[in-house]
């Protein structure tokens, strides 16, 4: 089973056997046979841990005493205690994609989730960057470094290229000196190798962050999936890469001149500079070598928007953005749905919206009559 947190862990443990054994292997049958991600997994382990433990305060002691009443008493207790309809929405799915699976494995006599309602969760327009703020954003990386936000509790601390040491600041007046190595008059064996290897890996980290962001933009891929990229997911004749999105769904995606350039650039003059055992064939690699992580090129895009001044924005930001830019140019909606990977137009639907709020503020603005 995916790794929860340690609170649903503990209610987990806490549930009556049969209950625990049914969670087990629902989670199992997600990740082996829907080919769920573990991130989903973890979700919906966490959802039906809730439920379980609400059906044994209720007085289920085996999983067929669960009813409706039960899902819809345990939704209710969800509401009261302030969960947002969007949450709600989800924790009605997990409740019935649990209970659809329970009734096929034979655990349970009834589909009984089958009739739960779920409230319609509230979908809020996505912000997007203009043209030229996502432009703007994509080329900083040439012109500064970013402001790397400092990370939440429990997040890694973004990677950075290593540094030299910066000259100790002059004492206050009354303060002992820092105490300092002393200063050698010909440089150690190896020094110069090693400081022209820092000044290698600093220049390389910049290549990183552009075509990162250029890939992001060019493309709209999510975040999980750009740092999952393999060297031999590129087709450089094509200019498309080779995407695995969510359940493992394949698509190829096309990137234009200004990504491919980027491409060049970070193969290379960057990728070679931070390559090491731990790189695999990692097209996208961290300061130390190892593949990039999200959580890294979540700080590197909001760093490079705040050193910029543009709104803040994030991986998905971009995404949005993509998408938006591709409709008002005239794509085809069935189009940028391929692209960017969803399984239904609904979720790409929401995109038209944008556009259509954008013209209606560039109407109130412009129009004499509005």
């Not at 990183?208 to 060019?218: F, K, M």
């Amino acid at each position: 089973m995916s790794r929860p947190d340690r609170g649903t862990r503990a209610l987990h443990q806490a549930l009556p056997p049969a209950l625990r054994e049914a969670v087990d292997d629902f989670a199992e049958h997600l990740s082996r046979v829907r080919n769920r991600s573990a991130h989903t997994v973890r979700a919906y382990v966490t959802d039906l841990v809730s439920l379980l433990d609400h059906a044994v305060r209720m007085g289920c002691v085996d999983l067929a005493d669960l009813d409706l009443s039960v899902l819809r008493s345990w939704l209710a207790r969800q509401r009261t205690t302030g969960a947002a309809r969007t949450s709600l929405a989800r924790r009605a799915a997990s409740a019935r994609a649990f209970s659809a699976w329970a009734h096929r494995a034979g655990l349970l006599p009834a589909d009984v989730g089958a009739a739960l309602a779920s409230p319609r969760a509230h979908r809020e327009l996505p912000a997007v960057l203009r043209a030229d703020q996502a432009a703007a954003l994509v080329e900083a990386p040439a012109r500064q470094t970013p402001r790397t936000a400092a990370p939440r509790p429990g997040e890694a601390p973004a990677e950075q290229a290593p540094r030299t040491a910066a000259p100790s600041a002059a004492p206050r007046p009354g303060e002992a000196p820092a105490e300092q190595a002393p200063l050698a008059t010909t440089p150690p064996s190896g020094a110069t190798e090693d400081t022209a290897a820092e000044d290698t890996a600093t220049e390389a980290v910049p290549l990183r962050d552009r075509v990162l962001l250029e890939l992001l933009y060019a493309t709209g891929v999510r975040v999980s999936e750009a740092c999952g990229l393999d060297v031999g997911d590129v087709d450089h004749g094509r200019r498309v890469i080779r995407v695995f999105g969510k359940g493992g769904r394949e698509r190829s995606v096309p990137y234009g001149v200004p990504a491919q350039r980027a491409l060049d650039d970070w193969l290379r003059r960057g990728r070679p500079a931070l390559v090491g055992s731990r790189s695999g064939d990692a097209l996208l690699l961290g300061a130390r070598g190892g593949r990039l992580n999200p959580t890294t090129a979540r700080q590197i895009v909001g760093g490079y928007a705040e050193a910029a001044g543009l709104p803040r924005t994030s991986p998905h930001g971009l995404r949005h953005s993509a998408a938006t830019h591709l409709l008002e140019g005239g794509a085809d909606l069935r189009a940028v749905q391929e692209l960017l990977g969803h399984s239904s137009l609904a979720s790409t639907q929401i995109y038209t919206h944008v556009s259509v709020e954008r013209l209606r503020a560039a109407y109130r603005q412009a129009h004499p009559r509005a």
